[in-house]
């Protein structure tokens, strides 16, 4: 059964930033002990050439803004 009154937090940040890829770090929270984290690794693509792409200068601007 679940309990509707259980409160979970997840807090996400930018970790690195790299030449055509960034990571995302997932940490979750039940009060204030971390039960979960994660790690995931986004690639810019460009579909028109099919493979991975230089991040752009507005791109690693905006992303480096919730790096820790």
């Known amino acids: 059964s679940s309990d509707l009154g259980l409160a979970l937090r997840v807090e ?36 028109e050439r099919t493979r991975p792409r230089p991040l752009d200068d507005d791109e690693r601007k905006f992303w480096a803004t919730y790096q820790r």
């Open 12 to 47: 996400t940040t930018v970790g690195r930033i790299g030449t055509s890829s960034w990571t995302m770090n997932q940490q979750m929270y039940a009060e204030e002990r971390p039960v979960a984290r994660c790690e995931c690794v986004l690639v810019a693509y460009s579909y």
